[in-house]
């Protein structure tokens, strides 16, 4: 079974930096792509970032140059780092990742973190 766990959500007022973490455990054989994607109230998720095993990032246009997206291979793990945080950037944060565990190559999700950028 594989697991994605987020953390490092919380309540930050505008212009602020959160740093979320996501690992990824289980019987995993790879990992592929892996990224975060957010979920305001009443909205459609969206994509924030993602970054390819070999360390190829993709941005949203509402995020380039305030959130980097970074990985950890050796620990399976995703980051976001958002910095200069607007209001409109509070929502659910999910991870997202592409795991090949056992023969099955599937799409992961985590439960999602709460971001509240807000004064």
């Known amino acids: 079974q594989v697991q994605l766990v987020e953390s490092g959500g919380g309540l930050v007022q505008p212009g602020g930096s959160l740093r979320l973490s996501c690992a990824a455990s289980g019987r995993i054989f790879s990992i592929y792509a892996m990224g975060w994607y957010r979920q305001a109230p009443e909205k459609q998720r969206e994509l924030v970032a993602t970054i390819t095993s070999g360390g190829r990032s993709n941005y949203a246009d509402s995020v380039k140059g305030r959130f980097t997206i970074s990985r950890d291979n050796a620990k399976n793990t995703v980051y976001l780092q958002m910095n200069s945080l607007k209001p409109e950037d509070t929502g659910v944060y999910y991870c997202?990742?592409?795991?090949?565990?056992?023969?099955?190559?599937?799409?992961?999700w985590g439960q999602g973190t709460q971001v509240t950028v807000s004064s």
């Open positions: 997202n990742a592409e795991i090949r565990a056992s023969a099955i190559r599937g799409d992961y």
